[in-house]
């Protein structure tokens, strides 16, 4: 299957600085990707939806000035956690889709931890 | 919008029995149901997914079964073994544009050697 990575894979950070995660595919072109967040011994839950060169559709409850989303090019997307609060602390996990009939291949994810 | 019902939450199984997990989803325009096995700490791995037009598919000890008119697809896994243990979830694709994906609530399973 098709590779997706993601940097950092974990990161701790102090209560109101931002924080960026970055999700690549590897070996093709992603021209939609997404970004869930998954709290322990949960489900994934959609945050956003982001199509290459556009704005990103985000779910119902998720903060758009909060959660920054930037898919520049089709194998970079990046989710910038602004002003993070303890609350934020969780996996945040990216996946990438080259067209709409291909199925999502996830990044390893991110463990954020906001002190 | 979408909304999937995954069940059950656990399952424990005696190593070579069979497991199965079912799921249920609310918009009839669903068109694709992928299953991920996510173990501790990792990323979701697709391991068999099902699309509309067809009503089971199989890979080796892996299966999936699609009911449309129920609504609701289940995964089968026969012969299982102590690498099996892991979180399990179920998605389905909702009709309309971006073609996201809406996640089960995940089935933990353990397989007792």
């Known amino acids: 299957g098709a590779v997706v990575s993601q940097h950092p894979s974990w990161v701790i950070c102090k209560s109101g600085t931002s924080v960026k995660i970055e999700c690549r595919s590897l070996?093709?072109?992603?021209?939609?990707m997404f970004w869930y967040r998954q709290f322990p011994k949960q489900s994934l839950m959609l945050m956003a939806t982001s199509n290459e060169g556009s704005k990103a559709t985000y779910e119902q409850g998720v903060e758009k000035d909060k959660f920054l989303i930037n898919h520049a090019s089709l194998t970079l997307s990046t989710l910038t956690v602004t002003s993070a609060h303890p609350e934020d602390s969780s996996f945040y996990i990216c996946?990438?889709?080259?067209?709409?009939?291909?199925?999502?291949?996830f990044g390893p994810g991110t463990r954020l931890l906001v002190l | 919008g979408e909304n999937v019902e995954q069940h059950p939450s656990t399952l424990s199984v005696q190593e070579g029995d069979s497991a199965v997990i079912k799921c249920t989803y609310s918009d009839s325009a669903s068109n694709y149901f992928p299953w991920y096995k996510q173990e501790l700490g990792k990323r979701p791995q697709l391991i068999i997914d099902i699309r509309s037009n067809v009503g089971e598919k199989k890979d080796q000890r892996i299966a999936v079964t699609l009911n449309k008119t129920a609504k609701h697809f289940s995964l089968h896994i026969t012969e299982t073994q102590p690498e099996d243990s892991a979180v399990y979830f179920c998605a389905a694709c909702p009709g309309g544009g971006y073609n996201k994906l809406i996640f089960g609530a995940g089935t933990r399973l353990a397989v007792h050697p």
């Open positions: 996946s990438g889709r080259t067209s709409p009939q291909e199925t999502q291949y």
């Open positions: 070996d093709f072109q992603a021209t939609t």
